[in-house]
């Protein structure tokens, strides 16, 4: 089994920043997928952000030149610095862990990010 614990969530004004991080735990597969998605009141989850263990990256393209994501494999982390925040950046945000050999996701708790003025 593997455990996700987020932090860094809270309440920011637009155009402000915040950083998300998340680490796992436990029986992890090497390599893997980490990243982020988010789920607003009434939408889908949605990805946000991607990596892989070689440090390839994607991103929605509603975060892209605002977000960044970062791993560290030795740690099991992956992080999220989220800049020029928006209110339509307000959402539930999930980190999750792909084990890409038997196809199970890991999900963690999910951390609440509200953009308001």
């Known amino acids: 089994q593997v455990q996700l614990v987020e932090s860094g969530g809270g309440l920011v004004q637009p155009g402000g920043s915040l950083r998300l991080s998340c680490a796992a735990s436990g029986s992890i597969a090497s390599p893997n997928g980490m990243g982020w998605y988010r789920q607003a009141p009434g939408k889908q989850r949605e990805m946000v952000a991607t990596t892989t263990t070689r440090g390839n990256t994607n991103y929605a393209d509603s975060v892209k030149g605002r977000f960044t994501t970062s791993r560290d494999n030795a740690k099991n982390t992956v992080n999220l610095q989220m800049n020029r925040l928006k209110p339509e950046d307000t959402a539930v945000y999930y980190c999750?862990?792909?084990?890409?050999?038997?196809?199970?996701?890991?999900w963690g708790q999910g951390t609440q990010v509200t953009v308001s003025s």
């Open positions: 999750y862990l792909a084990d890409p050999i038997t196809g199970a996701i890991y």
